[in-house]
Nanobody, 125 residues
């Protein structure tokens, strides 16, 4: 089992940047594919990005391509989400998640086995 703790959220203005971190404990995260999701008030949790176990493959939702970058440092048991050119529509609680095994359904929350508690990102216009 792995525990995930996100940090780095905050209140920023449109066009600013933030870097979210997700620190894992309990097991080495190289065991897991990792993902970031977000959930805005009144909306379903949506996929943002995912990264394979050793970082060789990354996938992004269309709305963040070219602005967000997911990365991982397995030696630090940490996954990152660098968010640039933030927009008000990026406002949400951001969650880190870990999945065992491989799947083509990596955009679906049900494909992930462990979740963090979330960190709030608010982007003002």
């Amino acid at each position: 089992q792995v525990q995930l703790v996100e940090s780095g959220g905050g209140l920023v203005q449109a066009g600013d940047s933030l870097r979210l971190s997700c620190v894992a404990s309990g097991r080495t995260i190289s065991t897991y594919g990792m993902g970031w999701f977000r959930q805005a008030p009144g909306k379903e949790r949506e996929f943002v990005a995912t990264i394979s176990r050793y970082g060789g493959t990354t996938v992004y939702t269309d709305s963040v391509k070219g602005r967000f970058t997911i990365s991982r440092d397995n030696s630090k048991n940490t996954v990152y989400l660098q968010m640039n050119s933030l927009k008000p529509e990026d406002t949400a609680v951001y969650y880190c998640a870990a999945r065992l095994g491989t799947t083509t359904y990596y955009t679906l929350p049900d494909s992930y086995n462990y979740w963090g508690q979330g960190t709030q990102v608010t982007v003002s216009s």
